[in-house]
């Protein structure tokens, strides 16, 4: 019994193995092309992502100095303020002693009343109150806007830190290894049907009938 061999010579099947070893050159270039390429895709990614991070890193650096700055100097004004005030109300206790003593003397010296006397140092002690509450009540407003400062100089820092977001990465295309792979595969199927190393099922005659 005669059997039929798809292999009909040597010459289709060498012509079929050169054209798959062609494919598989073209197709080992390919991939080794695109892998080049999605590497240096990557690394201008990463280069890119890391630039962006050193920039936030100065921003939020520059932004934190300059907020500290600030909120150090909001504190050293309400500080000094709040000394000053110290002072005022000490030399009104002060004067108001002193006020006083001159007060006795005079009176002793004009025969003033005792109670007339009373009335007058009252009266000015009053006067020395209402000047020092006036004064506690303006450095109540001054400290509370300087609190206010603060805090606005907070959400200032806050802006500034996040002004500049991290870098998203563009995602690189993977490598294509089917396709190269299934190229060589097409194109020695193709040379092969072409020289006859290969019979195609589709193309083969039915046998005639009687």
Known sequence: MRHE????????VSLTAASMGVAAMGAGASIYGQHQQNEAASQV???RAEAVDEQ?????????????????DEILADSQEKQALAEK?????????AAGATAKVTAAESGVAGQTLAD??????YQVEQTKA??????????YQHSRMID???????????AVKPYQKNPVKPTD?????????????????QTGAFVNPLLQKPPATK
């Open 134 to 143: 006036r004064l506690g009540l303006n450095q109540e407003n001054s400290s």
């Open 5 to 12: 061999h798809r292999y009909l010579s040597c010459e289709p």
């Open 45 to 47: 990614e990463q280069q």
């Open 56 to 72: 936030i890193h100065e921003n939020r650096k520059r932004a934190t100095a300059d907020y500290l700055q600030k909120v150090e």
């Open 89 to 97: 109300q000490h030399d009104l206790d002060r004067n108001e002693r």
């Open 120 to 125: 007058i140092q009252q009266d000015y002690r």
């Open 177 to 193: 290894w089917f396709g190269p792979l299934f190229s060589v595969a097409q194109a020695g199927l193709n040379t092969g049907i």
């Open 152 to 162: 606005a100089y907070r959400t200032e820092y806050e802006n500034r830190a996040n």
